[in-house]
């Protein structure tokens, strides 16, 4: 017997119904994403591997998806690198491109190379797939599509805050109750400064991004494992622990971090962000993580991260400022913010609030029952005729028995039947039935499409 076929972990099919609910997703993000004024691109599903490597840190590196070089890829690799436990150096001579981690970085890579037909500020969208060599879990996914909106060519906090209000606009078109979480990378860095680890931020922030996982005790030992003193976790633990409101978490920063240039700037850029926010108005929570780092390297000032209020799963979108990711390209200077909506985990959210419209699962408006070659015949002339008033309309493609055409029409959910029999065709009319009451009667092209209409 033939081995059934299946799919690698972390990945998944969809049904038409569960890719009707996941375009009712993308339509409704790609609607506020032109209402916000940006722009669409694409980049490739691979890039060059030395576009994505050392740009999401040490364990973003190792989750890369590396794609093996054409034709004879052991030419020319030093095979002894596998008997002394080198593999990184190894995939490096085997693989010149890898699937790509994020959005970011290749739109980063985008913007250096098109540098000289871009206007800035430059608002782009893109909403296409990204791998990730995870182990899967609940909410977590191998293939996985992002939803980006990115601002780059302007170093303005007005562009945080018009994200801000872009995502209150997503969820709550949604119906999704949600949390936002705000942190700065300068004052993280500030953080370090004042605990005596300047040189330690990168693996400070790897650690700390984990405690809504691990606890803030495994962080700790996570710190000491990277060689943060006892004292500097000790006055570590404290900051991170900070609570009370916007307002008063603010304060207690300002005064945590006097004594550092770097993390009053990142207070300072913080409190205008939320305090203007706020007074635009967001249905929305929004909140001071100081713990809240996003554990990526090329941060360099906001963050943002998104939580669903009534569903127990990781983030659904996030972000924030780089200031220094073209640098990396040959490009510097060029400042940038972004966010990123998670569609996966906010397709997981809605099913299991089940908040879809009641209509987001559509498909045909009418079906034509196929009663006879020439039955058939002005029925396909018909249903042609009310495609072209918009209406969707299909022929049974067999000639089979009507209870099995009817059966069809029921399990297909399709609203309207057509019936085209001797009678009709003399009549140059068919009979339209309602499935839902049972209603029928004549009508002509022109009845039919004012009456499914209604």
Known sequence: MAQKPSIPSGTRDFSPAEMAKRNYIFSTIRHAFHLFGFQEIETPAMEQLSTLMGKYGEEGDKLLYKILNSGDFLRGADLSLAEKGEMGRLAAQLCEKGLRYDLTVPFARYVTQHRAEIKFPFRRFQM???WRADRPQKGRYREFYQCDADVVGSDSLVNEVDLLQLIDTVFDRLKINIAIKLNNRKVLAGIAEIIGAPDKLIDITVAIDKIDKIGIEKVNAELAERGLSGEAIARLEPILKIDGSMAERLAKLNDLLAESEIGMKGVE?????????LALGLKADLDLDVSLARGLNYYTGTIIEVK?????????????????????FGMPGVSGVGISFGADRIYDVLNQLDLYPDDVISGPTILFLNLGEKEAAASMAWAKQLRQKGISA???PDSSKMKKQMAYAN???IPYVAI???NELAEGKFTLKCMLTGEQELADVDQAAAKVAL
């Open 269 to 277: 850029e913080l409190r205008f962000v939320a305090d203007t926010a």
């Open 420 to 422: 085209v029999g001797e």
């Open 128 to 130: 296409q797939p990204v």
């Open 411 to 413: 399990d297909m959910a």
């Open 394 to 396: 299909v022929v049974y």
């Open 308 to 328: 669903a209020k009534d569903v127990a799963i990781g983030s659904i979108t996030g972000g924030g400022r780089y200031d220094n990711l073209t640098g990396v």
